[in-house]
């Protein structure tokens, strides 16, 4: 499964930007699906796990520095997430990548096998 994602950009303190990652196939009825989720990077820090979702919407899981701000959400058939990003700061300034693996059951990056190319979100 091919991810690509979109909707990154430049944008001003308490701005929004809405991230979008879609899968190259949506999850197979009877696999039950996958877990999609968003993590964030800066040159020199370690990847963070910034929210995930699982395929049926439940086991939502949002970053403690984003809660109240940032919105998880999957369309009806599952392939396609989005992150909505509300009053951000200065310290939302990342890469943002989506990755998948079977369930939400951890953040840890080295547990998720399937990435994207990552979408630049500047925020000043």
């Known amino acids: 499964v091919q991810l690509v994602e979109s909707g990154g950009g430049s944008v001003q303190a308490e701005g929004s930007l809405r991230l979008s990652c879609v899968a190259s196939?949506?999850?197979?009825?009877?696999?039950?699906?996958?877990?999609m989720a968003w993590f964030r990077q800066v040159p020199g820090k370690a990847r963070e796990g910034v929210a995930a979702?699982?395929?049926?919407?439940?086991?939502?899981y949002l970053a403690d520095s984003v809660k109240g701000r940032f919105t998880i959400s999957r369309d009806n058939d599952g392939s396609t997430v989005y992150l909505q990003m509300n009053s951000l700061k200065p310290e939302d300034t990342a890469m943002y990548y989506c990755?998948?693996?079977?369930?939400?059951?951890?953040?840890?990056?080295?547990?998720?096998?399937?990435w994207g190319q990552g979408t630049q979100v500047t925020v000043s």
């Open positions: 979702m699982d395929a049926r919407g439940r086991g939502t």
């Open positions: 990755a998948t693996r079977r369930y939400c059951t951890t953040m840890a990056p080295d547990a998720f096998g399937n």
């Open positions: 196939r949506p999850p197979h009825p009877r696999h039950g699906g996958f877990c």
